[in-house]
């Protein structure tokens, strides 16, 4: 009798230090790119990593020539398609060039043509209107915005000229959203609530109704005809 409680007892002990185990792995952070290595990245809906984008001083670097709004092509967005993200804290820094515009895109799904999905604007705030015949950035087309959904707190704010490096940090739950700039806090939301759906209702995405439609999918970096930098891009589950 002694001898079944003794293993029972063994036995409960390795089913918890299991399951810690579990949990702390589910919880730590892993690098979708560390500066060393292209693995799992590739096109949205292709197989393979479209020209311009390559690994430069330890930097994912998408290589082009600026070009303004006008004569926008695009089309050499990548993913990183090794794995899908439900909710997550994702991390990295990032750089671009006078003029530019990127983002980076989540719960990404390529049963469509078009990338219709949430993004956290990159952009140059200081100098993309002096490339695009002085057109007035919008609130909600800036760096740190829920683009064409939720503007971020200017107050707080901190702009870089272009060419300096930058951290981004977005925190998925479906409870609260959280878009984070350099070390602060720029805006938060509740995804799929009464106002999430008005604002969608209302705005740019209004006659886009798989916007928002997914609840899981792939990490995006946009290619906007500009050329751009990231680094230590890594991601945690929550």
Not at 19 to 27: L, Y
Not at 106 to 130: C, G, R, T, V
Not at 144 to 154: F, I, Q, R
Not at 168 to 195: A, C, M, Q
Request: overall charge neutral; aromatic content about 16%; charged content about 25%.
């Amino acid at each position: 009798m002694k001898n079944i409680k003794k293993i029972l007892g063994i036995s409960t002990l390795l089913f918890w230090l299991l399951i810690g185990c579990q949990k702390k792995n589910h919880s730590e952070w892993f690098y979708l790119f560390d500066g060393t290595s292209l693995d799992g990245w590739r096109a949205f809906n292709g197989v393979e990593l479209p020209s311009g984008w390559s690994i430069k001083e330890g930097s994912l670097t998408f290589n082009t020539k600026l070009k303004n709004e006008a004569n926008y092509k695009g089309g050499k967005t990548i993913i990183y398609a090794l794995e899908e993200f439900e909710n997550f804290e994702l991390f990295l820094e990032w750089k671009i060039s006078e003029g530019g515009n990127s983002g980076v895109f989540y719960h990404l799904n390529e049963e469509f043509e078009d990338i219709i999905a949430p993004e956290y604007q990159l952009i140059d705030d200081l100098k993309w209107s002096e490339y695009n015949n002085n057109i007035t950035l919008k609130e909600w087309q800036k760096t740190g915005a829920d683009y064409a959904m939720h503007t971020p707190d200017t107050t707080k704010k901190i702009v870089k000229p272009a060419g300096e490096w930058n951290t981004t940090k977005i925190v998925f739950t479906p409870e609260r959203v959280e878009y984070w700039h350099n070390g602060v806090k720029l805006l938060s939301f509740v995804p799929w609530s009464e106002d999430w759906y008005e604002r969608k209702s209302k705005g740019k995405w209004k006659d886009s109704p798989n916007y928002g439609k997914f609840k899981s999918g792939y990490i995006g970096l946009q290619d906007h005809d500009s050329p751009i930098w990231f680094k230590n891009i890594k991601i945690k589950k929550l």
